[in-house]
């Protein structure tokens, strides 16, 4: 039997229909393949120009003065400040939160305080950049006057506090995957409900918080409009984080606020920076993923 | 034997109880800290803006001086933006997950590869799109420093967003609903568009609200791709020059005098009356929807 008019054109759009959505998802394949080409092929032109030796040993970096110095270290060691003080704040306030909210709070008080880390998680860093130059600035000058207007301090802060919701969402998933009887049966053994927390909970759920952490700090290398506003534009080789600093980011923000012309080794330099931090934070992420993935499969 | 009832014992004293109640507060205070941030930072914008943020800076282009200086310009650009990032992301990250859930083979290997290939871009910093966007849309493709050029750039950073969380969407559809749908002979197709999407669509649509504000506070990739920091007129095309809201706002928080920086806030205060309207929007729908599934 022939099918039907109606039915004949359905199976029509039905085929195109399958074609058209497998071309979408074809898209971010697309994407990821070009990002690793464009930074592979502009690198290896300014690699070509630049030794890779004096790019990871040389300590100054001056890559629109002359003479240019491409040390890639101060910028290094400005993304190592912002990162590590952001994560000294995210990772114990963002792990406390999500104890407090898996654990401890009444479901009432839940409902309220999620929905208002849902808001700080949505609120842009040019805010938080704005926060840190008008508000945590000024602060720390009143403690330590010697500070300068921009510094690797303020931002990394801003920066701590801007991540803090997420370290606490992805730590509560994992603590919420917690089975209750393994609570429970600590509790028909006398525990307190610290003990609860601190020998069971946390132990249970540790490879979702170590990979919330990894997370964090691939966020804080990756942050850009707060160490923009307010970490300062010296690219010095220092770890006093009272000085003004530059990061990875802040340089290629820069630079881009300037007219450069492709082709350029400035041009290059961009690209060069932009690898790196690419490579960085892939690194970290797919570390976080595979601490999970070893996590299951112990488990079975 | 006797070990065991000496811990016991030891379980219930006092400074273990003492202890536990520590922790509590500890941590009570920890949780309480955001909510304190969330609260002065509100403050200090509403503080600093007030007085500036009127009618007149919401119509008034940009100017060197602040008591002139308006964001009717960044305003625009934000708008055309963001509007045209809607249009471009929401149709390919819906299809992308209806791809993924309803037609793929999830055991193949090249279906797995897409998927741990979105959970990779989603980590990826938003700098690096927006060199991305410098590389492929501002010169291969020549669209420039545009509106346009910006969009599609914004359009790969949210991608990941929209496909994951339309992707939770569709995989909450009951099974059973679209069993009915086949039964009585509807293509793929038209379980889709009769049974999946009508019933996802709450969800995708908070995904793509959470997305969309996403990029409407994104200021890195657009400063790479080249969004101005003065622009005095209102766009007309895609292919206009153009400034945001955050590009724009950064603009006026770099300058040294102490008048830009109330400008600056009341900036702020424009942009987070739009995303705290939309991010309440979209919790809205979430809590209704939840409720059904329930």
């Not at chain 1, 919330?212 to 506003?229: D, H, K, N, P, Q």
């Not at chain 2, 409407?216 to 153009?242: C, H, Q, R, T």
């Given at each position: 039997m022939e099918p039907s008019k109606t039915r004949k054109r359905a199976l029509h759009i039905e085929n195109i229909a399958k074609r058209t959505v497998f071309l979408f998802s074809s898209i971010s394949v697309l994407t990821t393949a070009i990002v690793v080409y464009i930074l592979f092929s502009e690198s290896f032109i300014f690699f070509k120009e630049v030794s890779i030796v004096e790019f990871f040993t040389s300590t100054k970096w001056s890559p629109t003065l002359r003479p240019q110095?491409?040390?890639?270290?101060?910028?290094?060691?400005?993304?190592?400040?912002?990162?590590?003080?952001?994560?000294?704040?995210?990772?114990?306030?963002?792990?406390?939160?999500?104890?407090?909210?898996?654990?401890?709070?009444?479901?009432k008080v839940r409902k309220i305080l999620k929905p208002i880390l849902e808001i700080l998680a949505g609120i842009p860093s040019i805010v938080y950049g704005f926060f840190a130059l008008t508000v945590i600035t000024p602060l720390i000058r009143v403690f330590l006057p010697q500070t300068q207007i921009f510094n690797a301090l303020s931002a990394s802060i801003a920066v701590g506090i801007m991540i803090i919701p997420m370290v606490a969402s992805l730590s509560e998933d994992a603590m919420m995957a917690v089975p209750d009887s393994l609570r429970k049966g600590a509790y028909a053994l006398g525990s307190t409900q610290l003990d609860v927390v601190l020998k069971v909970v946390l132990p249970a759920a540790?490879?979702?918080?170590?990979?919330?952490?990894?997370?964090?700090?691939?966020?804080?290398?990756?942050?850009?409009?707060?160490?923009?506003?307010?970490?300062?534009?010296s690219p010095t080789f220092t770890l006093n984080p009272l000085n003004s600093i530059q990061t990875m980011t802040g340089f290629m923000v820069n630079i881009s606020l300037g007219d450069i012309q492709h082709g350029t080794i400035e041009y290059q330099t961009l690209f060069a920076i932009g690898g790196l931090l690419f490579f960085m934070t892939?690194?970290?992420?797919?570390l976080a993923r595979w601490i999970v993935k070893k996590q299951k499969e112990k488990l079975g | 034997m006797k070990d065991y009832h000496d811990q016991l014992h030891n379980y219930n004293t006092k400074p273990k109880v003492m202890l536990n109640r520590l922790f509590y507060i500890i941590l009570l205070v920890m949780t309480m800290f955001s909510v304190f941030v969330l609260a002065i930072l509100l403050y200090t914008i509403i503080r600093d803006s007030w007085g500036w943020f009127n009618w007149d800076f919401i119509t008034s282009m940009p100017s060197r001086k602040?008591?002139?200086?308006?964001?009717?310009s960044a305003l625009l650009g934000s708008i055309w933006t963001i509007g045209l990032t809607a249009l471009f992301s929401i149709p390919l990250g819906v299809g992308t997950a209806l791809y993924l859930e309803e037609y793929s083979d999830k055991a193949n290997h090249i279906n797995r590869f897409i998927q741990l290939n979105i959970s990779n871009l989603a980590g990826i910093p938003s700098i690096v799109y927006g060199m991305l966007g410098l590389a492929v849309f501002v010169r291969f493709l020549a669209f420039q420093r545009s509106i346009l050029s910006g969009a599609l750039t914004l359009t790969l950073l949210i991608l990941p967003v929209i496909i994951v969380s339309s992707q939770e969407a569709i995989k909450s559809v009951p099974t059973n609903l679209k069993e009915a749908s086949y039964a009585v002979g509807m293509t793929k197709w038209q379980t889709i568009t009769g049974v999946v999407l009508p019933f996802s669509i709450p969800?995708?649509?908070?995904?793509?609200?959470?997305?969309?504000?996403?990029?409407?506070?994104?200021?890195?990739?657009?400063?790479?791709?080249?969004?101005?920091?003065?622009?005095?007129?209102?766009?007309?095309?895609?292919?206009?020059?153009?400034?945001?809201?955050?590009?724009?706002?950064?603009?006026?928080?770099?300058?040294?005098?102490?008048?830009?920086?109330k400008i600056a806030a009341a900036g702020i205060l424009l942009l987070l009356i739009f995303l705290l309207t939309s991010n309440a929007i979209a919790i809205v729908i979430r809590n209704k929807y939840q409720n059904r599934i329930d």
């Open positions: 110095n491409f040390g890639v270290l101060p910028l290094l060691t400005g993304t190592l400040m912002i990162a590590i003080g952001a994560s000294l704040i995210a990772i114990p306030f963002g792990l406390g939160s999500a104890i407090y909210l898996s654990e401890y709070a009444p479901k540790i490879s979702g918080i170590g990979s919330a952490f990894i997370l964090a700090i691939s966020r804080a290398i990756g942050e850009t409009m707060i160490v923009a506003i307010a970490a300062g534009q892939l690194s970290l992420n797919i | 602040a008591e002139n200086a308006g964001i009717y969800g995708i649509l908070t995904g793509s609200i959470l997305g969309v504000s996403r990029a409407m506070g994104e200021a890195a990739p657009l400063i790479l791709v080249g969004a101005a920091g003065y622009i005095n007129f209102a766009p007309k095309s895609v292919f206009d020059a153009y400034t945001t809201l955050p590009i724009q706002i950064f603009n006026w928080t770099s300058r040294p005098q102490a008048e830009f920086q």
